[in-house]
Nanobody, 129 residues
């Protein structure tokens, strides 16, 4: 059974960088579209970046476009989220999720309607100004 584990969260100064990792225990990760989802304190979870399984098409929310990069490394069974130019509003728990949704944008924007197959347990990012 596929299992996801996030790592790489922690504290950073505004303007700094962090790299989050989403490690899968199986190579079946290749068949899933993977997304990174941000849940700020007291707010709902939202998709910030997703990468599709077939053509590795990517999607970024307006809030992170130009600052974050999502990368899939199939050999390492890992999807990374490189976070640069961090802002205080980036603070929150970051979850990676997997679903057999073919289009990255569809996962990030309509994951509640489609339903997700799997979530990791999340990693906390705290950005201080």
């Amino acid at each position: 059974q596929l299992h996801l584990a996030e790592s790489g969260g922690g504290e950073a100064q505004a303007g700094g960088s962090l790299r989050l990792s989403c490690l899968a225990n199986e190579y079946t990760l290749d068949y899933y579209t993977i997304g990174w989802f941000h849940q700020p304190p007291g707010k709902e979870r939202e998709g910030v970046s997703c990468i599709s399984s077939a053509d590795e098409n990517t999607y970024y929310s307006d809030s992170v476009k130009g600052r974050f990069t999502i990368i899939r490394d199939k050999d390492k069974r890992t999807v990374y989220l490189q976070m640069n130019s961090l802002k205080s509003e980036d603070t929150g728990v970051y979850y990676c999720g997997a679903a057999r949704i073919g289009v990255a944008e569809a996962m990030c924007l309509r994951w509640r309607a489609y339903g997700m197959d799997l979530w990791g347990e999340g990693t906390l990012v705290t950005v201080s100004s």
